[in-house]
């Protein structure tokens, strides 16, 4: 069963646009921050952004400014609007939650891949 189906990934040129999406399935309850995290090729897996339940955000600082992250608490779904997107953004893009109560179960996407390049 698919825990976190992922969308929205593709190639896009230098300055353009896309949106990630990323739904939860039902079978995961309690779900408390949403976010997303990014490996490029030969680089370490680094976060990109998170939202928590209430709505907090955090941006890594290469992202501030260019990416928007948003979550529909009613769809489980979390989002990622990318803007003014670079060559060095091109990486495999993974969807991560939090979730539980006493216990925090950690939870990833099978990632898309976002190739900026002209």
């Known amino acids: 069963q698919v825990q976190l189906a992922e969308s929205g990934g593709g190639l896009v040129q230098p300055g353009g646009s896309l949106r990630l999406s990323c739904a939860a399935s039902?079978?995961?309850?309690?779900?408390?921050?949403m976010g997303w995290y990014r490996q490029a090729p030969g680089k370490q897996r680094e976060s990109v952004a998170h939202?928590?339940?209430?709505?907090?955000?955090n941006y890594a600082d290469s992202v501030k400014g260019r990416f928007t992250i948003s979550r529909d608490n009613a769809k489980n779904t979390v989002y990622l609007q990318m803007n003014s997107l670079q060559s060095e953004d091109t990486a495999v893009y993974y969807c991560?939650?939090?979730?539980?109560?006493?216990?925090?179960?950690?939870?990833w996407g099978q990632g898309t891949q976002v190739t900026v390049s002209s």
């Open positions: 939202i928590t339940s209430g709505g907090s955000t």
């Open positions: 991560n939650v939090l979730a539980g109560e006493l216990v925090t179960f950690m939870f």
């Open positions: 039902d079978s995961i309850p309690r779900i408390n921050r």
